[in-house]
Each structure stands twice: as structure tokens, then as C-alpha cells.
């Protein structure tokens, strides 16, 4: 059977997958499981509704959100579920990405979400790590090896 994910990845477009692919592979090299969804927070108000609620019983840790432009999705996550929520807000074509970057880090008191560099997708998978690493051990001395083999480098 294959394991329960652990991190929920949440992208607004399927235009983001160029960048999310890439949280997905540093997950996959960390060994970390993992599901992945296609869901706008305007599109699709309902697939995220139904996809964040039930986020923690499906045995999901932390969630990752990614999406660009007016970069509501991970706020609207954040609502949803008491799991603790890494946004990444994708590069856009007209104003660079600082339009995704600002609506993410800008969240109003109350309702937190973390937020890595603008196309950070990788960061977001070591963060999701090191969160799970708080918990379960062998994450954590994956995030030591991690560590250690970024220092010799
Ligand atoms: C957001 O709008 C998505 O997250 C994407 O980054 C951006 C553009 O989406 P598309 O028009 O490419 O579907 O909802």
C-alpha cells in the first residue's frame, strides 16, 4: 500500500506545475509523501473547499499552496484548516510575481500562512520537511543530512 501523504500541495493553474514540479522532486528526493491538486480559489471555490477541510483527516501535515497573480488560494487554505500552510508565490508575466508575493505575505491578523521567495518551490518542500521533522525523527535526520551534505559542498 502506498504510505499516507503527508503534505498536500495546492496550485491555483495547471500553468503553475512548470514550478511546483520542483517542490515535488525535492519531496520525492526527502522521501516524503505527498499529494498534489489543481485547485483556483475563484475558479474552483468548491474542489478547494472540499480539498482543505478535509485536508487533516486525510492524515495530511502540513499543506503547500502555490499560485500567482491576486494569490488568494493559500489564505483561503489557511481558513479552511488548522494544519499550518507554505505559500509559494509564482513569477507572473506582468508584474513579476511581486502581485503573488504581496498577497500572500500580507495576510491579515488572525489567519497566518508562511511564504518562501517568489518561484521559491523548493524551499517549500525543505520548510514542509523540517516541519514534519518536529515530529517524526526520521525527517528530522534527513533535514540533519540535508544539512550537513549542503555544508561540504
Ligand atoms: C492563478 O492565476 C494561478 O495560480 C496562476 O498562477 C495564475 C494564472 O493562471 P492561468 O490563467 O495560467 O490558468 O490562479
Excluded at 504581496?102 to 497566518?112: A, H, N, R, T, Y
Excluded at 520548510?127 to 525523527?137: K, R
Amino acid at each position: 500500500m502506498a504510505d499516507t501523504p503527508l503534505v498536500g500541495i495546492v496550485m491555483g493553474s495547471k500553468s503553475d506545475m512548470d514550478v511546483v514540479q520542483e517542490c515535488a522532486d525535492q519531496l520525492d528526493e526527502f522521501g516524503v509523501p505527498y499529494e498534489m491538486m489543481v485547485a483556483s480559489a475563484h475558479r474552483n471555490p468548491g474542489r478547494v473547499h472540499e480539498w482543505a477541510s478535509g485536508a487533516a483527516e486525510r492524515g495530511i501535515r502540513v499543506v503547500i499552496a502555490a499560485a500567482g497573480k491576486s494569490a488568494h488560494l493559500g489564505g483561503v487554505v489557511a481558513a479552511l484548516t488548522p494544519l499550518p500552510v507554505i505559500t509559494v508565490p509564482i513569477r507572473t508575466s506582468d508584474l513579476g510575481g511581486l502581485d503573488s508575493l504581496l498577497s500572500m505575505v500580507q495576510m491579515p491578523k488572525g489567519v497566518p500562512v508562511a511564504c518562501v521567495a517568489i518561484n521559491g518551490a523548493k524551499n517549500a518542500a525543505i520548510l514542509a520537511t523540517q516541519i514534519l521533522g518536529t515530529a517524526m525523527p526520521e525527517y528530522r535526520e534527513r533535514m540533519v543530512t540535508f544539512k550537513r551534505e549542503m555544508a561540504e559542498d
